[in-house]
C-alpha cells in the first residue's frame, strides 16, 4: 500500500506544508500534493517576495533622505529589473527551503491537481507545470484523513477581470517589467496598499480606491486614518468611499469611471490597474459537491479544530475561510496535524490573530479595535503613545507613528493593540504574547522594556492607558 | 498560610479611600477583632477590624496615603506558627497593585525594598508566588487575568482546575468557578467594623471577561462531539438576557430557601364554589379562577402583612416598595423563553380581577406583545411548575428583586392531623431570599404569612 497514507494535505502553501510537518514530527505517513509551486502563494507569489520588493522601495527611500541623515547620495535611480530580480531570486530560495524541509522530513510530494473521488481517496492528474526532484507522479492515492489546503486566489470584479497586462493581480505587480507612470489601485486593504507602498517609492503616481469609508479597513479607524495621512504625504491620492463602477481598456492604459459616495463621478486615467479587492477560496474541482462538504462564501466550512462536515475530511488556511493569512494557515496546519494525531490540539482563537502590513508606514495589530471593543459591550481604558515621544524612534529618523493599546476597566485585561509607524510589525508580538497569557496592565506596566528601543512605545502606551505615561 | 489584608471597600460603590492611619505596628499581635488601622473616603472615617489572629509583618501601604484603590494589598498578617520576617519578605514579592502603589512616591518604598530581604525562605522558595496563587504544597500556575478575576470573585486558585497548558489556571476556568471557598476571600480578611453586614464590593459579575472566552467554551464543548452529530442554534435576545441575568443573579446574589407545605384542601374548595358561581358574562363564565391566582393574591397580602420584605435590592441602600406589585412568569414559545409580567397592587385586586388580568398579560407575553413597563420592576415573582407535576424546586431570584416564590403541584398526601394519618392536598412552595435584603426570620416571616393566608383563603376574599 505504497500509495496509503495517514494524512494527506492538498496543497504545499504555508497552511499545508507546516501541517505536514507536524503531522510527520508525530510519525504519521504523510505527503502533500501540489500542482503549481511548492510552498504556495506565500513565499513564491505573496508574501515573501513582495517583502523583497518593499525592502528594495524603503532602501531606496532612506537613499533618497540621504541628506536628512547628513549623507550624499547623487545620481540615484531605480533599476527595476534588478528589483524584480533580487525578489523572485528569494522567492526561489524560499520555495526551494520548503521542498527541502518536506524532504528531511520524509514528507512525499505528489504532483498535480487533486480531486477528491470517495471519503479517503483522491485522485491526481498530471499538472502541466514540471514537477521537482523527487516528486510522486499522479495517480490515486488513499488516506485515513485529507486536509484541503488549496488556499484562494485573487478576487475578480466582474467587467474589471485581470488580464496580465493592464489590470493586474498581485501576480503581475510583483513582477513588473517597468515601473507603470501611474497606476490606480482597487482596494486599500494589505495587498492594495503594499504596492501602493511599493510604486510610490519606484516613482508611479500612485491612486487608491476604496469602496469602504476608510482605507485598511480590518484596522482601527485611528491607525488607518494616521497611515492616510502619511501616505497622502507622500503624494498617494486616496478616494474613500468610493466605487470604480467601469474600467475602458486603452492600447495602453486604463481609463475608470468613479462613483464617490456623495454622488460625484468622475474618471481617472492611469497606465496600469491593480485589482486588489481580496481573495477567494480555492474549493472548485477538488470533488467538494460530490462528498457533501459544507461550504460558505466560497470557504469550506470547519470547526475550531479544523474539522469538515465529512469525517476524516479536514481544512486549513484560506479556503477555510477569513483571516487569510499565512500565519493563520500555518497555525491551523500545526491544529489540524496535531488532532489527527489525537494529540492534544488546542481550537484556533481568531482574536488572537495579529495582522501585519508592510506599506510605509507599516501597520500592526492584534485583537480588538476601539470600535469593536466598545461593540463587544466592554467599558474600556484606551492608551495612546506617538512615536516623537521615544528617542529610538526620532534617532532613526522615524518619529511619526502610533502605539494604541485597549484595556478592559473592569478587568484589566489586553483586549487589543494597534500600531503604525516603523518596525511595528516586528514590535507587536509582544503584545500577541500578551494576549495569549493574559496578561493585565500590571504585567506589561511591570515589565522592563529596554532602553533606547522603539518598542519603549509599546510601554508608554500601556501608562498611558491608566494615565501615568512619562514621555508625554 | 499567611494573611493578605486589602483595602476595604467602605460601602459597595466605593473605589478608593484614603489609609488614615495605622493602629498596630508591624511585629505587633492582631486578635480577631482588633482594630488595625483607620480608613477614611470624603464621607466617612471607618476602622478596619482584624479577622484573623497572628502577627501583622508588613505594613505595604504607609498611613496618609491617599485614594489607595479597593483591594489594594495593604498590609500582611503572619499566622501562627508562620516565620513573621519570612511573610514579610514573600509580601514584597506578591503584585501588590504596584501601579497604583507607584503612583504615591511612598508606597512604592516597600516594594523597591524587597531586594534586600529576599534571601528569606519564603521569598527563596518561591520569589513570584502571588499570594492568592499559593498553596502550602507549593505554586499554583494561573494567567495574571485569572488571579485578578479570582481575587474580585473571592474564588480560591488552588480550588480551581486548571485548564491551561500543563494545568494552568486561565480566565475562562475562572468564570466558572464558584465563589467562598474554604477560606474566606482575600478581599474579606479586612471588614470595615461597623460595616459587618456590608458586602465586600460587589464585584461586577465580569461579562466582559467571559465574554471573549464564548468561542473557546464553544470550541471547547464541539470537540466533544462528532461533527453532523449535532445542530449549532445561536442564542436568540431573549435567551442571551435569561443567561446573562440567572449567571448574574446566581453569582451575585446570596441566596436562601425556605420551604413550607400548604394545606389547599380550603382553597380547593373555596375555588370550586367561587367558579360554580362566576356569573355569566358574553354567555362566558365571567372568571375561572386558578390556584395560581389564589398564589399570586396570597403572595401580595403576604407582603402587605411583612411590609418590611417588600424591599429590593439598590446597592448601597433599599427601595421599600408600597405596593405588591407581583411578577407571574409565564413561558413563551413552547419553553425557549421566559417572561414575567407584573400584576400591580396586586393587594387591591379581587381574585377575579388577577385572574383576568393574569391571562390578559400571558397570552400577550407569549406574542411579545408586552410593553417593557408591563414585566419591569415589581416586588417579587411567582415561578409555578404545578401544571407540570414538580413537587418542589427553588427558583432563581430576578434582580433587583429579593424574592422568588417557587410554586409546585397541588397534591394529595398523606399527613399528619391532630396525632392521626389523614389525606390532605399539600402544595410544596420555596421562597427564595436575597441575604442582602432580609436575613431567614424575616423570609419566614413572608413565607409563614403566605402559608397562613393560603390555608384560611376566606380571608383573601374580604
Known amino acids: 500500500m505504497a500509495n496509503n497514507y495517514d494524512v494527506l494535505f492538498i496543497g504545499s502553501g504555508p497552511g499545508g506544508y507546516v501541517g505536514a510537518i507536524r503531522a510527520a514530527q508525530l510519525g504519521l505517513k504523510v505527503g502533500v500534493i501540489e500542482r503549481q509551486y511548492v510552498g504556495g502563494i506565500c513565499p513564491n507569489w505573496g508574501c515573501i517576495p513582495a517583502k523583497a520588493l518593499l525592502r528594495s522601495a524603503e532602501i531606496f527611500h532612506y537613499i533618497e533622505h540621504a541628506k536628512d541623515y547628513g549623507l550624499v547620495a547623487e545620481k540615484t535611480g531605480v533599476d527595476i529589473a534588478g528589483v524584480v530580480k533580487r525578489s523572485r531570486g528569494i522567492a526561489a530560495q524560499m520555495s526551494n527551503g520548503v521542498g527541502f524541509l518536506l524532504k528531511k522530513n520524509k514528507v512525499d510530494v505528489i504532483w498535480g491537481q487533486a480531486t477528491l473521488t470517495a471519503p479517503g481517496k483522491v485522485s491526481v492528474a498530471s499538472s502541466a507545470e514540471p514537477a521537482p526532484k523527487g516528486a510522486l507522479a499522479a495517480g490515486d492515492y488513499t488516506a485515513k484523513n485529507i486536509v484541503i489546503a488549496t488556499g484562494a486566489r485573487p478576487r475578480a470584479l466582474p467587467g474589471i477581470e ?26 486599500s486593504g494589505a495587498i ?43 503624494g498617494i491620492k486616496i478616494l474613500t468611499g468610493a466605487k470604480v463602477s467601469k474600467v475602458v481598456k486603452g492600447a495602453d492604459n486604463v481609463t475608470a469611471t468613479v462613483e464617490t459616495a456623495d454622488g460625484k463621478v468622475q474618471t481617472l486615467t492611469a497606465d496600469r490597474l491593480i485589482s486588489a479587492v481580496g481573495v477567494v477560496g480555492n474549493i472548485e474541482n477538488l470533488g467538494l459537491e460530490a462528498l457533501g462538504v459544507k461550504t460558505d462564501r466560497g470557504c469550506v466550512v470547519i470547526d475550531g479544530l479544523c474539522r469538515t462536515n465529512v469525517p476524516g475530511l479536514w481544512a486549513i488556511g484560506d479556503v477555510a475561510g477569513p483571516p487569510m493569512l499565512a500565519h493563520k494557515a500555518e497555525h491551523e496546519g500545526v491544529i489540524a496535524a496535531e488532532a489527527i494525531a489525537g494529540g492534544h490540539a488546542h481550537p484556533m482563537d481568531k482574536l488572537m490573530v495579529p495582522g501585519c502590513t508592510y506599506c510605509m508606514p507599516q501597520v500592526a495589530s492584534v485583537g480588538l479595535t476601539e470600535k469593536r471593543a466598545k461593540e463587544a ?15 529610538k524612534a526620532v534617532a532613526l529618523g522615524e518619529s511619526e507613528g502610533l502605539v494604541k493599546t485597549i484595556f478592559d476597566a473592569k478587568t484589566g485585561q489586553l483586549l487589543g493593540a494597534h500600531l503604525v509607524g516603523a518596525e511595528v510589525t516586528e514590535m507587536i508580538q509582544g503584545f500577541v504574547l500578551a494576549m495569549n497569557l493574559e496578561t493585565t496592565e500590571e504585567e506589561l506596566i511591570n515589565a522592563v522594556f529596554p532602553h533606547p528601543t522603539v518598542s519603549e512605545t509599546m510601554h508608554e502606551s500601556v501608562l498611558a492607558a491608566y494615565g501615568r505615561a512619562i514621555h508625554m | ?135 502550602p504544597g507549593g505554586r499554583v500556575f494561573a494567567s495574571p487575568l485569572a488571579r485578578r478575576l479570582a481575587k474580585e470573585k473571592g474564588v480560591e486558585l488552588a480550588d480551581v482546575k486548571g485548564s491551561g497548558p500543563h494545568g494552568r489556571v486561565v480566565a475562562a476556568d475562572i468564570a466558572g468557578a464558584t465563589p467562598g471557598a474554604a477560606k474566606p476571600a482575600a478581599a474579606a480578611a479586612a471588614v470595615p467594623a461597623p460595616a459587618a453586614r456590608a458586602p465586600a464590593p460587589a464585584p461586577a459579575p465580569a461579562p466582559a471577561a467571559a465574554a471573549p472566552s464564548n468561542a473557546a467554551v464553544l470550541e471547547l464543548a464541539k470537540a466533544y462531539y462528532e461533527p453532523g452529530t449535532y445542530e449549532e442554534i445561536p442564542l436568540d435576545g431573549m435567551r442571551r438576557v435569561i443567561a446573562q441575568r440567572m449567571t448574574e443573579a446566581r453569582q451575585t446574589v446570596p441566596t436562601f430557601y425556605l420551604t413550607v407545605d400548604c394545606d389547599v384542601d380550603a382553597l380547593l374548595k373555596l375555588r370550586e364554589e367561587l367558579n360554580k358561581s362566576a356569573p ?23 407582603f402587605q402583612q411583612v411590609p418590611d420584605a417588600n424591599m429590593v435590592w439598590g446597592g448601597d441602600r433599599y427601595l421599600k416598595l408600597k405596593h405588591s406589585d407581583i411578577g407571574v412568569a409565564v413561558a413563551i414559545d413552547g419553553g425557549k423563553g421566559l417572561l414575567t409580567p407584573i400584576i400591580r397592587k396586586a393587594e387591591t385586586k379581587t381574585l377575579s380581577a388577577i385572574s383576568n388580568e393574569t391571562r390578559d398579560l400571558a397570552i400577550r407575553a407569549r406574542n411579545k406583545k408586552l410593553a417593557p413597563n408591563e ?21 432563581i431570584i430576578n434582580p433587583p428583586h429579593a424574592t422568588i416564590l417557587a410554586v409546585g403541584a397541588s397534591e394529595q398526601r398523606a399527613v399528619v392531623k391532630k396525632g392521626e394519618l389523614a389525606v390532605a392536598t399539600v402544595m410544596t412552595v420555596t421562597i427564595s431570599c436575597d441575604h442582602r435584603v432580609m436575613d431567614g426570620a424575616m423570609g419566614a416571616q413572608l413565607i409563614g404569612a403566605f402559608k397562613r393566608i393560603i390555608e384560611k383563603p376566606m380571608s383573601m376574599l374580604v
Open chain 1, 162 to 187: 485581470p488580464d496580465k497586462k493592464l489590470i493586474w493581480t498581485y501576480f503581475e505587480a510583483l513582477a513588473p517589467a517597468s515601473v507603470p507612470k501611474s497606476l490606480l489601485i482597487m482596494g
Open chain 2, 1 to 135: 498560610m499567611s494573611v493578605e489584608i486589602l483595602m476595604p471597600a467602605l460601602s459597595p460603590t466605593m473605589e478608593k479611600g484614603n489609609l488614615a492611619k495605622w493602629l498596630k505596628k508591624e511585629g505587633d499581635k492582631v486578635a480577631p477583632g482588633d482594630v488595625i488601622a483607620e480608613i477614611e473616603t470624603d464621607k466617612a472615617t471607618m476602622e478596619v477590624e482584624a479577622i484573623d489572629e497572628g502577627t501583622l509583618a508588613k505594613i505595604l501601604v504607609p498611613e496618609g496615603t491617599a485614594d489607595v484603590p479597593v483591594n489594594q494589598l495593604i498590609a500582611v498578617l503572619a499566622t501562627e506558627g508562620e516565620d513573621v520576617k519570612a511573610v514579610a519578605a514573600g509580601s514584597g514579592a506578591a503584585p501588590a497593585k504596584a501601579e497604583a502603589a507607584a503612583e504615591v512616591p511612598k508606597a512604592a518604598e516597600p516594594a523597591t525594598a524587597t531586594p534586600d530581604v529576599a534571601p528569606a525562605p519564603v521569598a527563596a522558595s518561591g520569589g513570584y508566588d502571588h499570594g492568592n496563587g499559593k498553596t
Open chain 1, 192 to 234: 492594495g496598499v503594499e504596492f501602493a507602498s511599493f510604486y510610490k517609492a519606484m516613482g508611479s503616481d500612485v491612486t487608491i480606491v476604496e469602496l469602504l469609508p476608510q482605507i485598511l479597513p480590518v484596522e482601527d479607524e485611528e491607525i488607518a486614518a494616521h497611515a492616510r495621512k502619511r501616505f497622502e504625504k507622500q
Open chain 2, 375 to 395: 414585566y419591569q420592576g415589581g416586588s417579587s415573582a411567582i415561578s409555578n411548575l404545578g401544571m407540570f407535576g414538580i413537587k418542589d424546586f427553588t427558583a
Open chain 1, 377 to 391: 459591550g466592554y467599558e474600556i481604558k484606551v492608551g495612546r503613545f506617538p512615536f516623537i515621544g521615544n528617542g
Open chain 2, 280 to 302: 355569566e358574562k358574553d354567555g362566558k363564565p365571567g372568571y375561572k379562577l386558578s390556584v395560581n391566582d389564589f398564589v399570586i393574591k396570597a403572595y401580595a397580602l403576604a
